[in-house]
């Protein structure tokens, strides 16, 4: 089965700080990605990346950074945290071997005071 | 008009029920299908995965592609209590392509 694993699942912040959102995978994916998803808005695509240390803009990117130096990880970055960053972050990973279907994490969610 | 519509809900079914969830989409050229079941707080787990048109059967669920009619549906048979979830369908083009997200059909089946 594939594993998708965030490393929080729930995170309190305050206002201004770094937050950092880590993922691994365990299936060799190529593509991983990062969504957050509120209520009446949907799944919304924040970043995604096809190749180590390759990153490409999804939706809404502004207030967001991503990395990845190692195919299985994927961290998503909030430099400075604002309350309207409070969500449900969710990981996710894909390969075009296996008809890009998307294997997600189990979400964290964040609230930013 | 949204690239994938899906009717939010909620719909609420006895235990037992037929369900069927149903999504809309616009592009003619998406081909790769899938339908995504997401508990309360949760990640979205794969359910179904369909290419092109036709059906496919998976226990009590079924998931049905009308290309003609841009027109996909998921059926549930003897609904279960634990069927209770958001469904997501989603679907793209070719498997390099971006993945498109419905905003999801929230179900709530009654014992």
């Known amino acids: 089965d594939v594993k998708v694993t965030q490393s929080s699942r729930y995170l309190v912040k305050r206002t201004g700080e770094k937050v950092f959102l880590e993922c691994v995978q365990d299936?060799?994916?190529?593509?991983m990605f990062w969504y957050r998803q509120d209520p009446g808005l949907g799944l919304r695509l924040i970043y995604f990346?096809?190749?180590?240390?390759?990153?490409e803009k999804g939706d809404i990117p502004e207030g967001y950074s991503v990395s990845r130096e190692k195919k299985e990880r994927f961290s998503l970055i909030l430099e400075s945290a604002s309350t309207n960053q409070t969500s449900m972050y969710l990981c996710?990973?894909?390969?075009?071997?296996?008809?890009?279907?998307?294997?997600f994490g189990e979400g964290s969610w964040l609230t930013v005071v | 008009q949204k690239e994938v519509e899906q009717d939010p809900g909620p719909l609420s079914v006895p235990e037992g029920a037929i369900v069927s969830l149903n999504c809309t989409y616009s592009n003619s050229a998406f081909q790769y299908f899938m339908w995504y079941r997401q508990y309360s707080r949760k990640g979205p787990e794969l359910l179904m995965y369909t290419y092109s048109s036709g059906n496919k059967e998976d226990g009590r669920f079924t998931a049905q592609v009308d290309k003609s009619s841009k027109y996909i549906s998921l059926f549930i048979r003897d609904s279960q209590p634990s069927d209770s979830a958001t469904y997501l369908c989603?679907?793209?083009?070719?498997?390099?392509?971006?993945?498109?997200f419905g905003p999801g059909t929230s179900l709530s089946v009654i014992p």
């Open positions: 299936m060799d994916h190529e593509n």
């Open positions: 996710a990973s894909s390969s075009h071997s296996s008809g890009n279907t998307i294997y």
């Open positions: 989603a679907m793209s083009e070719t498997s390099y392509d971006k993945v498109i």
């Open positions: 990346s096809y190749d180590v240390k390759m990153k």
